[in-house]
């Protein structure tokens, strides 16, 4: 005699194939090899849009049939089937530059619907689907096709995720933040100053004034075609796709770093700056005799005098 499968092992999108045993209005009971028999609504009988008004008409009893696991609720004995084939990727897995290859299902003028195994079709718009202008979807694309794909933007929350047929960039609008420094490589050198790759979908500009602190005439004194350099974001517009970018050190760091390291530093009194001043006048005389003797008090009270008379002179 077969073991039955306890329905607390029995986990969604596990795959069967099973029994007909009985056909109902609302759908079919199923031996799954199961404790008890599962369900198949009438709504889970046929993929995609196409509806089932009867369930005879699609199938009989004893058929075998593959079915998938959509649901368990264990406290009721209860295990609800599907024969449409689950998604293999969750709204967790589509992860920005996740790269993936998938059948194109219809081609628009405006773009072409992919299936990648999610739980819906992406579109790819047209103009994601090559570096080049594309007049036509159908010119580069057709249905069946597989194509590679990579994840731009997905939202379970809004239902939707965004595909393209071109390599992301590496940094994303969202990404970038004025202040942000990057190393990046010119790419164009014009006079009005250098276009620079950081890795988003569109380059920087360095203009000639942000290239140095002082007057510079030509861009191409600073810097070369190819030339790695270090910038920083000044301003961004995500929505005209333009970053601006500077060459220049950040003052304000620089200000914090010398008030910090102004304050570190010990502030003497008019007194004490005196009394330094006299016992450096003292020390050549006091080293010549030994720099082991101790000083006498007649010493004290002469560098005490010089920096009474130092300290009334400056304060006049």
Known sequence: MTELTPISNIKPKMKFEGK?????????RVDIGAEREAFLHISELQPGRLTVSRVADVLKEDEVITVWVKQVKPQEGLVLLTRIEPPALEWSDLQRGLKLTGK?????DFGAFVDIGAPKDGLVPVSAMAKTRVEKPSDLVKDDDVV???ITKASKKENRFGIGMVVPPALDWSDIKVG???MGKVTRVENFGAFVDIGAEREGMVHVSEMETGYVSRPSDVVKMNQEIEVRVIEINAKKRQIKLTM??????????????????VVLTPMQLAFEAA???GQPAAAAKSSKTTVKRDDNEDIFARTIQQHRAANG
């Open 20 to 28: 007909v045993t009985k056909v109902e209005l609302a759908g079919a």
């Open 104 to 108: 194109i299902v219809k081609v628009e």
């Open 148 to 150: 590679t794909v990579w």
């Open 180 to 182: 942000q420094t990057y």
């Open 248 to 265: 220049k050190p950040d003052m304000a760091e620089m200000h914090a770093a010398e008030e910090e390291a102004t304050s570190d530093e």
């Open 279 to 281: 016992r450096q006048q």
